[in-house]
């Protein structure tokens, strides 16, 4: 490239060509190279070669090679999902599952404890149904009254001892009225097993974990997952 110089601007000399320098040629190749390549302070490599169970060729590595070499391992890494998140991301599922266990536990053994009362119960009851006071509320209640409290009555069972003539009246007066017959009977209920709140939450708890399970297994299927 020439360029002309206006010779009254005291630049240059006048209507001389001034060029431009050859561009020197880049530094060799292998300075090139070796900016691609890690560089580590000696500090840094010693402590490298010193590390346990650490593949130390990555040192000498180029940038691209190690690049490649992370690639390949990420891809090799398998993800695990969480799969109880999956399924109930909130908790919802499983704390609902927990209640509806708890609820149908304690509504199926009063059930069952009910059943059990009134079949133990079925003869006094019976029998105060027809009271000879009479077949109406108040004289059946005072039938049972005279039958299992008071000692001073005609009616008064002294063949019966004393704590099972007092749940024969409470639970008999309950069925008379229908209010709410009492569930921890000893007589009526001794061969009924009675769940403590442990048991009963522990069978709650298994069963919401089996809700989520049984959802998980129903999530891998569809994702084409076998286990």
């Known amino acids: 490239m020439e360029i002309m110089f206006n010779p009254g601007a005291r630049q240059i000399s006048p209507m ?7 561009p020197e040629e880049k530094a060799d190749q292998s300075a090139e190279q070796s900016q691609d390549k890690l560089e580590l302070s000696p500090e840094g490599r010693q402590a490298a070669e010193e590390a346990p169970g650490l593949d130390h060729g990555w040192v000498n590595m180029t940038k691209d090679e190690l690049m490649s070499m992370v ?15 999956a399924v109930d991301p909130d908790g919802q599922i499983w704390c609902k599952s927990y209640f509806d266990s708890y609820a149908s536990q304690v509504t199926e053994f009063r059930a069952a404890a009910e059943r059990a009362i009134k079949d133990y119960y079925a003869d006094p009851y019976q029998e105060a149904l027809n009271s000879p006071l009479g077949r109406d509320l108040p004289s059946q209640l005072n039938f049972i ?32 009225t229908g209010s709410g017959l ?8 001794k061969d009924i097993h ?16 089996d809700k989520i399970n049984t959802l998980v297994r129903q999530a891998k299927e569809a994702s084409g997952i076998s286990n």
């Open 16 to 22: 001389r060509t001034a060029r431009f320098a050859v």
């Open 71 to 85: 690639r390949e391992q990420l891809g090799e890494q398998k993800l695990e999902i969480n799969w109880n998140a």
């Open 145 to 176: 009254a005279g039958k299992y409290q008071c000692s001073w009555s005609d009616y008064f069972d002294t063949s019966m001892p004393a704590g099972e003539r007092q749940w024969t009246y409470t639970q008999v007066r309950a069925m008379l």
């Open 182 to 189: 009492r569930l921890n009977d000893p007589y009526a209920l």
């Open 194 to 209: 009675i769940p403590t709140v442990e048991e009963t939450a522990k069978n709650a708890r298994q069963a919401a974990d």
